[in-house]
């Protein structure tokens, strides 16, 4: 009988198993501990930051990153249309307004000349910007350059992006600040968890004051900001801390089989993957299809793997298109909403095995086969 292949299940070994058995005997069961100092430390060094603050999520990490920017209520906040809601929702939880911005066709990323047009255009209206959040969508590093001389502070979503590299620099290195997540289905997992990272001591200083329900270094229990119960637990990051001795490897089965199936698609009509830099990690492969040349569409493939008890999944619906943020205001070219209908995520997963891969491309060879 089949199981299911799941687009991006865990990959966890017995190397996680005895970091977490190790850190449960140490008795650190609670939100701080070795462990974490550690993960903290070995996760900095991966993104190439001075700082990072372990928390329970990369929810947790965009709030508090978007918290310490100065982000207030009623400022706009931009936010690719075509991410993940917890983007969005992070926004929402300060009190600003998530303003949303279309994509580039290429790789999906936020466009950086419509975010300049939006910002400016908020400005002459007297609105305060006080925030970018783009997001290294599926993987690949957003581009940077140009929202960094807009003069807005720049918190980067890499929680799709860790052990990415963009021009040699890698994900998390962005902006003021970065948030990464761990959750089950991301590239490293501790279950749940993520964490902000940056150069800024201060800023790195006061999200770890919030996490920890913003309480006074005295005695008794002193508190000046309304804080957060936001930190990560000490046996999480155990786990998070063997997943980190396998990150290259899970990295390189991604890209590999990102590479089988750019050669599967490699010769038909009306089909790409989306984005093509070599440094991204390549947590999902997406293929975009253009049903007009093509002669079916990404559903019917979608479709087709399904009845296999394959996962795929549509490439996330925009923002702006969302029942929760309608009426918001989107500067909304079509792309995103072109890459919605057209864009399909394939599996991914690092801890696919040899036999589950031959299922998915014996399914995918078959369904164009019968085109
Ligand atoms: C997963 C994800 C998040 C949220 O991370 P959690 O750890 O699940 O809270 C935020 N942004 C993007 C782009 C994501 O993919």
Redesign the pocket.
């Known amino acids: 009988m089949n199981t299911r292949i799941f687009l991006s299940a865990p990959d966890v070994s017995g190397v996680e198993e005895r970091y977490l058995v190790n850190a449960l005997r140490s008795g650190w069961v609670a939100p701080i501990g070795p462990d974490l100092d550690a993960f903290e430390a070995e996760i900095a060094r991966r993104c190439a930051t001075a700082y990072a603050v372990g928390v329970s ?6 709030h508090l990153g978007l918290i310490a920017l100065g982000v207030q209520p009623g400022d706009a906040v931009i936010v690719p249309t075509l ?2 809601a ?2 969005a929702n ?1 926004v929402v939880y300060t009190g600003a307004e998530p303003v949303f911005v279309d994509s580039l066709p290429g790789d999906g990323n936020l466009d950086p000349d419509l975010t300049a047009a939006t910002v400016a255009e908020l400005r002459r209206e007297g609105r305060r910007v006080s925030a970018i959040v783009p ?3 599926f993987g690949a590093v957003a581009e940077y350059a140009s929202l960094e001389d807009l003069g807005v502070p720049v918190l980067e ?1 890499a ?2 992006a860790l052990g990415s590299t963009r021009g040699g620099r890698p994900a998390g290195s962005f902006g003021r600040a970065a ?1 990464l ?3 089950g ?2 590239i490293l997992t501790t279950s ?3 964490m902000l990272v940056t150069d800024d001591h201060d800023l790195a200083a006061r999200c770890r004051h919030l996490a920890t329900q913003a309480r006074e270094p005295v005695a008794h229990y002193e508190h000046r900001d309304i804080g957060y119960n936001y930190r990560l637990s000490n046996l999480l990051a155990a786990v998070g801390r063997g997943q980190l001795t396998r990150l290259d490897e899970m990295i390189a089965r991604r890209r590999q089989l990102r590479e089988r199936y750019l050669k599967v698609f490699a010769a038909t009509d009306g089909t790409r993957l989306l984005g093509d830099d070599p440094g991204a990690n390549c947590w999902l492969t997406t293929l975009v299809v253009e049903p007009e040349r093509a002669g079916w569409t990404a559903s019917d493939l979608g479709a087709w793997l399904g009845r296999h008890d394959i996962e795929t999944r549509p490439v996330w619906k925009p923002m702006h298109a969302q029942p929760v943020f309608r009426g918001h205001r989107a500067a909304v070219t079509g792309v995103a909403d072109r890459l919605f209908a057209t864009g399909i995520n394939l599996p991914s997963g690092s801890g696919l095995r040899d036999d589950d891969k031959r299922r998915v491309f014996d399914a995918i060879g078959e369904f164009l086969d019968a085109r």
Request: net charge negative; glycine share 16%.
């Open positions: 999520s990369g929810t947790a990490a965009l991410t993940f917890a983007t992070a997001v290294d969508l979503d929680a799709e948030a997540s761990f959750n289905n991301k749940g968890g993520g």
